[in-house]
Each structure stands twice: as structure tokens, then as C-alpha cells.
């Protein structure tokens, strides 16, 4: 409908006629602005409302736990010097049951090491890695593992670096 028609049609309704309509439309507009506007403000008001008090109980275990990895931080950062690497790796297989399994431990610089096994059992190399990590901050930078056809060994060649504190 153009507008002239539209005008046709308002002019050719009684004044009676033409408060209906205009009672009429602004109710339809009331309606359309309340489904479309109100009632989603109101229902994400609410949703808002019940995730508020877990994500500021989130907020506060995050920022107590960021106090507290400050404090470790800075206690640690009071230690000793951190040792050489490849020595803390030898004194470390001596105690695991991996001593005989690494072939080569090969200092790359007094932080990183270049650790390779020709045959070693999988598991064990995990347990060792994570003894590193947890205890001496040590982490790993390259791996290539591949499978071998004894089942559970694998051969690794990695590098692994001081990562300063665990």
C-alpha cells in the first residue's frame, strides 16, 4: 500500500472509526514492544541474577589463588640457584627405575638437555616426566615418540629445559 492510499483510507473513516484503529495500533505496538523488548530484558535480568553470585565466587578463588602463587612464587625465588640440569636429570634416573633405560643425556646448555631412549617403557617415561615437572619445574620442549612393536615400549627423543620453578 502506498502512502496516499493509506491517507485514502484514514480520511474515508469515521472519527469514531479512526480512535478504534488508533487505540488499536498503539496497543499493537505496546504488545510488540513488551514480547519483543520487555519480556527478554526482563528474562535475562533474572538469568544474570543466578550466575552473578557463582562467577563473584569464581572471581575470589581465582584471585586468592593468584595471592597464593605469589607468595610460592616469592618464596622460591628466595632459594638456592637452580643446578644444572643434566646433573639434576642423572641424580634424578639414578633414583627411578629407568637408570639403565636412557641411552644418551646430552647437555645442550646448563638449562636444556637432549634426552633420548632407544626402547623404554612408556608408562615409566610419563611417571618420570611428571616427577620432573612437579618437583623441579622441568618441562618438555620438543618430544617425537614413536611406537615400537613391543607392546607398552616406545623410542623417545626430547628436550626438556629448567622452567626455573615447579
Request: hydrophobic share 50%.
Amino acid at each position: 500500500m502506498s502512502r496516499a492510499s493509506l491517507v485514502e483510507f484514514w480520511r474515508a473513516r469515521s472519527p469514531r472509526e479512526q480512535a478504534i484503529l488508533a487505540i488499536g495500533a498503539a496497543a499493537l505496538v505496546l504488545a510488540a514492544l513488551y514480547a519483543f523488548l520487555w519480556e527478554p530484558g526482563l528474562a535475562a535480568r533474572r538469568k544474570l541474577s543466578v550466575s552473578l553470585p557463582v562467577l563473584r565466587a569464581q572471581l575470589e578463588d581465582m584471585r586468592r589463588a593468584q595471592r597464593e602463587i605469589a607468595a610460592l612464587r616469592k618464596e622460591l625465588g628466595t632459594g638456592p640457584a637452580q643446578p644444572d640440569l643434566r646433573k639434576l636429570l642423572e641424580a634424578s634416573l639414578a633414583r627411578s627405575t629407568l637408570a639403565g633405560a636412557i641411552d644418551r643425556l646430552e647437555a645442550l646448555s646448563a638449562q636444556r638437555v637432549r634426552v633420548q631412549a632407544a626402547s623404554i617403557e612408556f608408562d615409566a617415561w610419563l611417571d618420570w616426566i611428571e616427577s620432573l615437572q612437579r618437583g623441579f619445574g622441568v618441562r618438555i620442549e620438543t618430544c617425537k615418540i614413536t611406537a615400537l612393536d613391543a607392546r607398552g615400549r616406545v623410542r623417545i627423543d626430547s628436550q626438556l629445559v629448567s622452567g626455573g620453578t615447579p
